[in-house]
């Protein structure tokens, strides 16, 4: 089991990963928001995050169809990243 402070860097890696997903999708760089999103699911499988990283996988998918693409379409994958995430807060299971 790794440490609270392994657990505290990773998650806080995986949510920069996603603030720079949603950053993407805003900005209309759809390529860059999917190749953003995979990197979040690989990351999250590698550390046991499952439902993160299913939740990624889920953008990820999403972003690679071609249309409509337009950053309100991809609001209902990131808001269930963003709870995936939250959900997995280290700091919610260690009594911070």
Known sequence: MPSLEVALMTHAGLVMDASAVDAAT????????????ADIARAAKD???VVIAAAAEE???????????????????????????DDADPRRSSGW
């Open 47 to 49: 550390s046991g995050h």
């Open 59 to 85: 953008l990820a998918t999403a972003l690679a169809q071609p249309a409509p693409r337009t950053p309100v379409v991809f609001d209902p994958y990131l808001a269930r990243l963003a709870d995936a995430l």
């Open 26 to 37: 805003l900005d209309g760089d759809f390529d860059e928001a999917r190749a953003l999103a």
